[in-house]
């Protein structure tokens, strides 16, 4: 059975879509950079992942209701795993940790919305399962991770307004 999204949450389902999408950019660049094993096993197990996920909404979200600036998240996306992979490992780890952290409350507001309506009880564990995996993904960063140097605090701040501003673009556009 087909999935429904409700009206009311296409728009997030926009933002999604271009989320999942940066996420498979972000990975792709940090296998294009990193010769680390742990990192490349990483990254690898992430990607296919995240390429599952954007498959997912892809089935589920009309192209007609996706965001007209893909070019521009596949772009975020990538600087957002090339920049840290330049700096080595521990910046690839912590940035993962910042990013699924904002992914995970991005996914709660919209299982906060659909409430308990019955009708909304499929869409809403298929949200859940995508907020699940991405929880997975930032304990895997945190424990992989030595202790976040202030530079890497700093830095995931960036990551935070600058995700913050594409879900309210994408929301848009
Ligand atoms: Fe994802
Ligand atoms: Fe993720």
Redesign the pocket.
């Known amino acids: 059975m087909k999935l429904t999204i409700p009206d009311f949450l296409i728009p997030s389902f926009r933002t999604n879509h271009a989320g999942e999408t940066g996420?498979v950019f972000i990975y792709k660049a940090i296998l294009m950079v990193s010769r680390d094993s742990e990192v490349i096993d990483f990254s690898k197990s992430?990607l296919k992942?995240?390429s599952e996920h954007l498959r997912m909404i892809e089935e589920i979200l009309e192209k007609k209701y996706r965001s007209k600036l893909i070019p521009l998240w596949k772009i975020a996306g990538f600087l957002t795993g090339f920049i840290p992979a330049l700096f080595g490992k521990n910046f690839i780890f912590a940035t993962i940790y910042y990013v699924?952290s904002f992914?995970e409350k991005h996914y709660e507001q919209q299982i906060k919305s659909l409430g308990s309506i019955k009708k909304y009880t499929n869409i809403k564990r298929f949200i859940k399962k995508l907020q699940d995996?991405?929880v997975s993904?930032k304990n895997e960063a945190r424990f992989s991770a030595k202790k976040f140097s202030t530079l890497q605090v700093l830095w995931g701040r960036i990551v935070n307004s600058g995700s913050s501003f594409a879900v309210k673009l994408s929301k848009k556009i």
Do not use: L
Request: aromatic share 0%; glycine share 0%.
């Open positions: 996420a992430h992942t995240e699924e992914v995996d991405e993904h």
